[in-house]
């Protein structure tokens, strides 16, 4: 990692533990100041502006009158858009409520109690599960009567609606899985069996006055996880997932059960990629070692850490940053896997004309035709860019092990051991 990137990580673990501002030495404030302009440029590529000024308040970095400027101008934006989101999730849940819909709030509004401040968590959208078939289409009834419209989408898992009021557009993805079908059956088996009859628990934002339904903590640090590994599979995802993980961790870790929480990602095949990312949020952002008992099994090595932290550092949030990654097979990265992620992208596309086996040859077509056009007009790339970011990065699902079941046993020399203090990897 460039040693800006490092210094970054490092702002985002002090905006979340404050009593880190002692490990900066006169060394790093000159350094912040000198580079002042490529840390902010990185915390907008992540969504974690608030986060970063934050922290540069906090150190006093002399910041030229130009860039102070930019900053205090999008710490006003981000705030506003924050204060309009929470508006936007009281109507969402007002409308659910008096239809007498069972939800789930997911992710976003569900963490801001989690950090320090309630802003440094940015996002721009709300997401409800509604995992009843029949009360999805009630859900989608009545906010279509709300004066919602629906959004194009190809995710087999969401339907997108967007709301206009005052000029603003909000956008609301109501779920109907917590994450779209995978290349692994027994994932897509053992998710859909957990989460689509889980009963939620109440939960209340006082800054907010937001009442709500949340998962449970050990599920819902499961889902965190799951959101992950969809972005992952994709384009990527950025810091700001990470740090999510460990505010969540940080606030509710006497509440997880630990053992289910094991005995879940190790039987879907997840003990890697969780561990890794624990192991992440230990090395670059604070996150206590001795709060996830499991993390002295096993972990990717050292190496394999760093790879991984820079694929998240260069993805940006989501994977907005760079316009070639655009997934990453799981099963291998043979001719037939290329296949068959096309195969399931034409899927997503048209989730009902392919039901038609007929129609197979006519939607591959315009399926790849489709890809090769957005590729030209939207991504600005060419396929074989982007079947070369999918060849980079494959390599790093064998370090993770993922979707082998049971890769949770103990690891050999080569392995990580994550022990000790607090943000202490050895």
């Not at 210094?7 to 790093?28: G, K």
């Not at 989408?153 to 339907?159: P, R, S």
């Not at 094991?262 to 604070?286: K, N, P, T, W």
């Not at 296949?339 to 039901?355: G, I």
């Amino acid at each position: 990692m460039k040693p800006e990137e490092i210094l970054f990580c490092r702002l985002m673990s002090m905006a979340l533990h404050p009593e880190e501002i002692s490990a900066f030495t006169e060394e790093d404030l000159a350094f912040l100041e000198k580079e002042a302009d490529a840390i902010f440029t990185l915390a907008k590529r992540h969504s974690m502006q608030l986060a970063l000024y934050d922290s540069f308040c906090v150190l006093q970095v002399p910041l030229s009158p130009s860039l102070n400027a930019v900053m205090q101008k999008m710490v006003l934006s981000c705030c506003l858009q924050s204060y309009q989101m929470l508006s936007f999730t009281h109507r969402v849940l007002s409308v659910l409520q008096q239809e007498g819909i069972h939800y789930i709030l997911l992710k976003g509004v569900s963490l801001l109690a989690c950090y320090p401040k309630l802003e440094f968590r940015g996002y721009g959208d709300v997401d409800i599960l509604v995992s009843d078939a029949e009360e999805f289409k009630r859900a989608k009834k009545r906010f279509l009567a709300e004066g919602f419209f629906t959004k194009k989408d190809y995710a087999d898992h969401q339907l997108e609606l967007i709301y206009i009021d005052g000029g603003v557009r909000y956008l609301l993805e109501l779920h109907s899985k917590v994450i779209g079908s995978q290349d692994d059956k027994h994932l897509n088996q053992k998710t859909e069996a957990l989460f689509s009859s889980l009963q939620g628990i109440s939960a209340y934002l006082p800054e907010a006055g937001l009442h709500y339904t949340a998962f449970p903590e050990t599920e819902n640090m499961l889902y965190l996880l799951l959101h992950m590994l969809q972005h992952f599979l994709n384009s990527g995802f950025g810091v700001k997932l990470l740090c999510d993980w460990v505010v969540y961790i940080e606030a509710n870790a006497g509440k997880i059960d630990w053992d289910y929480y094991q005995e879940l990602v190790s039987d879907m095949g997840l003990a890697g990629f969780s561990h890794a990312m624990a192991a992440l949020c230990i090395r670059y952002f604070g996150l206590p070692a001795d709060s996830i008992p499991l993390l002295e099994q096993y972990t990717p090595s050292d190496g394999a850490l760093e790879e991984l932290m820079i694929d998240i550092m260069n993805a940006g949030e989501f994977g907005k940053t760079d316009t070639s990654r655009m997934l990453i097979m799981a099963k291998g990265r043979k001719p037939y896997h290329y296949l068959l992620q096309f195969h399931r992208q034409m899927k997503n596309r048209f989730p009902n004309a392919h039901k038609l086996v007929l129609l197979w040859p006519v939607l591959w077509v315009v399926t790849g035709i489709c890809f090769l056009w957005n590729n030209y007009t939207l991504r600005g790339t060419s396929t074989r860019e982007v079947l070369a970011m999918t060849r980079k990065r494959q390599h790093l699902l064998q370090e993770l092990k993922l979707f082998e079941k049971g890769s949770g046993g103990a690891s050999g020399q080569d392995g990580l051991s994550v022990t000790g203090k607090k943000g202490q990897v050895r």
